[in-house]
């Protein structure tokens, strides 16, 4: 059973900024951080391949967020820079054996999300 927790979330004022973090159990993944917020669909923010050496990012947080790993902490971060009160959502994480793009499907083992509220 593999398991992915998240961590870091909480308030933070419109731009400020937020590290989230997740750590997935066993081997090495390839990983993704995906936000819902309330009343859409979950959308994919970015995603690292398990080496690290190549990553992926949504157009709307391009530029503001960067994703990044420590694999000898089996660790995945999300910093999230010039937050904006659209940025309100819960954030997951997720591991993939075959993708760091955006097909969520292609995902295999997900968190159970945090929230994070971005205040105007």
């Known amino acids: 059973q593999v398991h992915v927790r998240e961590s870091g979330g909480g308030l933070v004022q419109a731009g400020g900024s937020l590290r989230l973090s997740c750590v997935a159990s066993?081997?090495?993944?390839?990983m993704g951080w995906f936000r819902q917020a309330s009343g859409k669909e979950r959308e994919f923010l970015a995603g690292?391949?398990?080496?690290?050496?190549?990553?992926s990012y949504a157009d709307s947080v391009k530029g503001r967020f960067t994703i990044s790993r420590d694999n000898a902490k089996n660790s995945v971060s999300l910093q999230m820079d010039s937050a904006q009160p659209d940025d309100t959502a819960v954030y997951s994480c997720?591991?993939?054996?075959?993708?760091?793009?955006?097909?969520?499907?292609?995902?295999?083992?997900w968190g159970q999300g945090i929230q994070v509220t971005v205040s105007s």
């Open positions: 997720a591991a993939s054996k075959v993708t760091w793009q955006s097909y969520q499907h292609l995902y295999d083992y």
């Open positions: 066993g081997r090495t993944y390839h």
């Open positions: 690292i391949s398990a080496s690290g050496g190549q990553t």
